[in-house]
């Protein structure tokens, strides 16, 4: 024979197995949800990252264009002075042959 104090401790004992079933399922759903868009998250984070992986690959092409089209100028600018002096060199030299011949 049940006493009613033993009915209201078995009541008890579901209640509280039944509540903490709950509180375990809601961690476990939680935790489902917590992954789920940790995983998305991550993968919006690599396709930023590639995202400016490509931005950088421009960049250092066009920064890769620049520097060789800077040493090109820099090499006309460089016999800009010795075609300046070999012609300044001819005219003094057609002078001075002129002068001579006079």
């Known amino acids: 024979m049940q006493t009613a104090n033993s009915k209201a401790n078995h009541k008890r004992n579901v209640i509280l197995g039944s509540l903490m079933l709950l509180l375990?399922?809601?961690c476990?759903?939680?935790?489902?949800i917590f992954v789920f868009v940790?995983?998305?998250a991550n993968e919006r984070i690599d396709g930023i990252r590639a995202d400016y992986q490509k931005v950088a690959e421009r960049r250092d092409k066009k920064v890769s264009q620049l520097a060789k089209?800077?040493?090109?100028m820099r090499k006309q600018l460089n016999q800009i002075p010795?075609?300046?002096a070999n012609k300044t060199a001819?005219?003094?030299?057609?002078?001075?042959k002129e002068d001579e011949a006079k």
């Open 82 to 84: 010795d075609q300046t």
């Open 38 to 40: 940790s995983n998305r």
């Open 24 to 26: 375990c399922v809601m």
């Open 28 to 32: 476990i759903i939680m935790t489902i």
């Open 69 to 72: 089209q800077v040493d090109e």
């Open 90 to 96: 001819d005219k003094v030299n057609q002078v001075v």
